[in-house]
């Protein structure tokens, strides 16, 4: 089982607190960002992780990934490629046919990776995704249609879905992938015009990893699960 791991990001609105470090390898809690997916995607028995990255990070993702278990494959991008492109370069490098997981180096998720390929294979889909609801960050006030307040609710679950950056993509989807640019803008749109794009949902953690304040919180999250990633 092979997996693609998209790591080209270069954690700028991180600052300082990136030390230096590709995004996907910024320390949380002692450990590489990209090291509890690694992690994660062992539990789902992936022996193999295609790593797209910068050329100049190539020996650091070996050295900072290895030792968890899957074989780390550094498949380097000369230029930007964009993530849809360097899905799509990394996927060059895989030495099995058939579905693959791809996902985004710098989320936190719960995610049981072998729920979603059985999800995956019985939908029949070209691509899966991973979706879950937003939590509005702020109060919600409920009007009446006589615009009478009727109540008050707490950062509310919203009745939208955003994609959490973890996918299965099939042949089809591999093949429709952009030479370069971004497959959530080209590839994704098109498949789900089609009705061949499924959606996984998914109600647990999620942290991305952006900013100081996004640090903060994983450390603290991590800090109060030292046994993370769960076992599921």
């Excluded at 790593?51 to 968890?68: I, K, P, T, W």
């Excluded at 109060?139 to 009446?144: P, T």
């Excluded at 952006?210 to 109060?224: G, I, S, Y």
Aim: charged share 25%.
């Amino acid at each position: 089982m092979e997996a693609l791991l998209l790591a080209g990001g270069k954690g700028e609105r991180l600052g300082a607190a990136a030390e230096g470090r590709p995004k996907a390898l910024v320390r949380v809690a002692g450990r590489p960002l990209a090291g509890y997916q690694v992690a994660m995607l062992a539990q789902a028995g992936v022996d193999r992780v295609i790593v797209s990255c910068s050329a100049d990070s190539v020996s650091l993702f070996e050295q900072e990934l290895s030792g968890l278990g899957p074989e780390i494959v550094p498949a380097p991008e000369a230029e930007p490629l964009g993530r849809g492109g360097g899905l799509r370069q990394a996927a060059r490098l895989r030495q099995e046919d058939g579905p693959v997981y791809a996902l985004n180096g710098d989320e936190l998720l719960a995610l049981d990776f072998a729920a979603l390929m059985r999800e995956h294979r019985k939908s029949g889909a070209a691509a899966t995704i991973t979706v879950t609801s937003l939590t509005s960050p702020f109060g919600i006030v409920d009007v009446s249609d006589g615009d009478m307040v009727t109540g008050f609710r707490e950062a509310p679950k919203l009745p939208h879905w955003v994609s959490c950056g973890m996918y299965v993509l099939g042949e089809e989807a591999l093949a429709r992938l952009p030479e370069t640019g971004d497959h959530e803008t080209s590839t994704f749109p098109a498949l789900a015009a089609e009705g061949r794009l499924h959606a996984f949902r998914y109600d647990g953690i999620w942290l991305t990893v952006n900013t100081p304040k996004d640090l903060r919180r994983a450390e603290d999250h991590l800090a109060a699960e030292p046994d993370w990633p769960p076992e599921l």
